[in-house]
T-cell receptor, first 115, second 115 residues
């Protein structure tokens, strides 16, 4: 069974440009999460999808970030326009059920560098 | 919001020895779940071990065990008989049993295993 995949693995863009990150969850996982780790800091929650609906987007930093999950399959996270502080590693995770001891399966992350 | 603290940015251990990684957390909730995730270099995070706050018995998974001290809000990870493959970044995570489905992560501990 394929794990969570993310594309691209690394992206370098200039301030003001737009970048779109993609996440493909494990097949059959209704729950999809986005997290971000800024260098040396903790991994922070951005948002949670259940199928195609946003269950919790309390972690989204501002309206420059737009997440979508059309059809409840893969998800995209667009940053427009990118700022220097958006640099970091963006992780996607998926799970069958959203709570308790259930494991979230993580992708390898997309390293975003904004120059 | 809950906070998770990993006070050891870096740790090292001799191969075959035992090492303990510390994790403390701050919460006013009585029920929650705690996790340790491991991220090997250039690979995705994988679950190492998990524990429910209501369970008194410390979780164990082969060479990995935890020391869960609920009153002290401490959840340390012990790795016995360390192997070269244990070298990774280790993240401690908290999940509420009441609010939301996100993980709250610590800043991570980078573990080096010395042959």
């Amino acid at each position: 069974e394929a794990g969570v995949t993310q594309f691209p693995s690394h992206s370098v863009i200039e301030k003001g440009q737009t970048v779109t990150l993609r996440c493909d969850p494990i097949s059959g996982h209704d729950n999809l999460y986005w997290y971000r780790r800024v260098m040396g800091k903790e991994i922070k929650f951005l948002l949670h999808f259940v199928k195609e609906s946003k269950q919790d987007e309390s972690g989204m930093p501002n309206n420059r970030f737009l997440a979508e999950r059309t059809g409840g399959t893969y998800s995209t996270l667009k940053v427009q326009p990118a700022e220097l502080e958006d640099s970091g590693v963006y992780f996607c995770a998926s799970s069958q059920t959203p709570s308790g001891l259930d494991e979230q399966y993580f992708g390898p992350g997309t390293r975003l560098t904004v120059t | 919001a809950q906070t998770v603290t990993q006070s050891q940015p870096e740790m090292s251990v001799q191969e075959a020895e035992t090492v303990t990684l510390s994790c403390t957390y701050d919460t006013s909730e009585s029920d929650y779940y705690l996790f340790w995730y491991k991220q090997p270099p250039s690979r995705q995070m994988i679950l190492v071990i998990r524990q429910e706050a209501y369970k008194q018995q410390n979780a164990t998974e082969n060479r990995f065990s935890v020391n869960f001290q609920k009153a002290a809000k401490s959840f340390s990870l012990k790795i016995s008989d360390s192997q070269l493959g244990d070298a990774a970044m280790y993240f401690c995570a908290y999940r509420s049993a009441y609010t939301g489905n996100q993980f709250y992560f610590g800043t991570g501990t980078s573990l080096t295993v010395i042959p």
